[in-house]
């Protein structure tokens, strides 16, 4: 195999995409992994790092661009670390996205064959994220910077305006950015562990349209509190809540445990599945409400209930995927670890006139072995872990239950793909799965796999 150096510059074809949404394409035995080209291009790539079998490159020039490519919409695009496919069009986006489950599921899981419907793809690419977290900084001569951090960085790409949330957001960023200007205390400044104001957090119900702005301190308050209330309350109609989120630690976790309202309520509501929701600053919530309501749509599909059954939600946050088919199982039992997501789930239930619910708090893990140690039998179990997957020792405890389904919800085709696998062993293998594209844009993908008994 010749040898790559940092600095050559090669020419290869794009052939396809990482999880992290950079091209790929080979030379010599390497793979060269490209951002900002895209399956199909031919280019001109400059070597920036080396390892023992890949590189990462730089496109350097474009000699032949693919087919599939289109004019990026957005000024950001290229520096900020949100969207890496606003160059290429949203066919060829879900196209790569379908190949990386399937990739993952055969590849990680070994289940050639296995059925895998078309991936469900958005209406639209822009304005879906409910959420923004915007971390904030200090550019070269002292003033805000706020948006999305750099690929691979914490260096803060300022974006006065993102497409992939809601107008309304753009406007309460730039309320925040002038009542900062006349009353802000310091930014926090994370090498050095001081200043005070870490990040502007961002929440909208779609349906409801109530918006929570919340600002994340290094500390308990702010100084200038009650002039921010009203820059909030004048960019934003429908503000229903301003929160200060308390964040002392030396840490990378955007969101301390404290919250405290300075206006309005302490949560905002939203309408999924036909049910309302209350969502507390720290409860987990779908960012992508449309796609959700599709998703949980397959995976009420999968689930199969009659009206009969005991249904699990594990991982159950605010507990909205096992309310909205509580309708069809004679109960419903859901776990979560963060315990105001676990008390919005108890509200949610009563609010809704849902009266065969019961959530717990605590780890998925022991919480699912506390049930088996009380004789629950679930007959259909929902998962939907964070992005790192079930710990082995849940794997077998859902598998103990016995149940006739497992319904896996995963926003990892990596993760999910070593976890079917354990699954499978334990009599529990794919029977099919349907990837959502619930981030469009971004490198992100949603599957729902339905397991079953063997
Ligand atoms: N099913 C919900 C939430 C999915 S996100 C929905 O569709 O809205 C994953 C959830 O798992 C989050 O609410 C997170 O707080 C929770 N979680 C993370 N680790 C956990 C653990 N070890 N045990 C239980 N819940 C956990």
Known sequence: ??????????????????????????????????????????ARIRIVKTAKTYAFGRLEELLSPSPDRIEPD????????????RHISYASELKIKEARVRDALERIGGFQGLPIRPI????????????????????????????????????????PYCRLQPEIFNQAMEAFREWAKAYGDPIYDESSHSGRMRRLYLRQGEITGQVMACVVVNG????????????FK?????????????????????????????YGKDYIEDTLCGLRFQLSPLSFYQVNRTQAERLYGLASHYAGLTGSELLLD?????????????????????????????????????????????????????AAQMLADRGELPDVIILDPPRKGCSAQLIHTVAEFHPKRVVYVSCDPATLARDLKLFAELGYPPVEASPVDMFPATSHVETVCLLSKT
């Open 220 to 231: 308990n308050g702010l100084h200038h509190e009650a002039e921010l209330v009203e820059a």
């Open 234 to 262: 004048k960019a934003v109609p429908n503000l229903s809540s301003v929160v200060i989120n308390s964040n002392r630690e030396r840490t990378n976790v955007a969101l301390g445990q404290k919250c405290r309202t300075i």
């Open 120 to 159: 469900l793809g958005a209406d639209s690419r822009d304005g879906y994220r409910n959420k923004a977290l915007l971390p904030l900084g200090t550019d070269r001569n002292g003033e805000l910077t706020m948006g999305f951090y750099a690929v691979n960085s914490h260096r803060i790409v300022d974006c």
């Open 74 to 85: 957005c000024p950001c695009f290229a520096q900020c670390g949100g969207c890496c496919y």
């Open 314 to 366: 594990l991982y159950c946050g605010t507990g909205t995927i096992g309310l909205s088919m509580a309708d069809k199982a004679q109960r419903l039992l859901g776990v979560e670890i963060i315990p105001e997501a676990v008390e919005n789930a108890r509200q949610n239930a009563e609010k809704n006139g849902i009266h065969n619910a019961e959530f717990f708090c605590g780890d998925a893990g022991k």
């Open 1 to 42: 195999m010749a040898l790559i150096h940092k600095n050559d510059i090669v020419e290869m074809e794009i052939t396809g995409m990482t999880a992290q949404g950079a091209g790929v394409g080979h030379w010599e035995g390497f793979a060269v992994f490209t951002p900002l080209t895209a399956p199909g291009d031919k």
